[in-house]
């Protein structure tokens, strides 16, 4: 059912979904273009199959531009959010392998940080995992947990959750 013309609250506006292929950006695109956003979403290869059903949402054909860019390229990060609004990063590799998994987060996200100051970008929403906040035994588990709380990296190390730090 197309959406709700009144409800197009983000007509106008860009945003650009790092990753947009994967699980949770596939829904955010989903759930920005139903909004009337456009958006830019990045994924590492526009023809992989993996990725055709993004141009199947209602609204892409019209408002979605997938924009060819690696985490570890700054340059293809600063061309798809030059000109953006906001930025959702979602993009990370998933993996055990703290060799695939460390230089990809953490210098793919100081280069999606950098490249959205870099542009002005108003708002950027950064996807980050239960396991950053949660593991802290001197926390009461009555505790809701958010983006202030910080998981203890000594219990993480003695209880084998990062063991290669
Ligand atoms: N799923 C959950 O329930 C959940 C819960 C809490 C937090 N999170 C967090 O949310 C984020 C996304 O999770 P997800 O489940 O949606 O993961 P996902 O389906 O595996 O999607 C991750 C995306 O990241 C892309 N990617 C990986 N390495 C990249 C690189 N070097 N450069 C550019 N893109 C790269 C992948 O693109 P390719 O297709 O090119 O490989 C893939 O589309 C992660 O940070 C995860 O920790 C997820």
């Not at 995992?129 to 035994?137: F, N």
């Not at 998981?151 to 290669?164: A, H, K």
Request: aromatic content about 6%; glycine content about 8%.
């Amino acid at each position: 059912m197309p959406a709700d013309r009144s409800s197009l609250s983000g007509q106008g506006q860009t945003v650009c979904v790092t990753g947009a292929g994967g699980f949770i950006a596939s829904w955010i695109v989903k759930l920005l273009l139903e909004k009337g956003y456009s958006v830019r979403g990045t994924v590492r290869n526009p023809a992989d199959p993996k990725n055709s059903h993004l141009m199947e949402l209602e609204g892409a054909q019209e408002r979605l531009t997938l924009c060819k860019a690696d985490l570890l390229d700054y340059e293809s990060l600063q061309e798809a959010i030059q000109g953006c609004d906001g930025v959702f990063h979602t993009a990370s590799p998933l993996t055990d392998d703290p060799h695939q998994m460390m230089e990809p987060a953490v210098t793919g996200t100081k280069n999606v940080m950098t490249a959205a100051a870099e542009a002005k970008v108003r708002r950027v929403v950064l996807t980050s995992s239960i396991g950053a906040v949660y593991m802290d035994p001197k926390r009461s588990p009555d505790v809701i947990v958010d983006e202030s709380c910080c998981s203890d990296l000594e219990y993480c190390n003695n209880r084998r959750f990062v063991t290669w730090v």
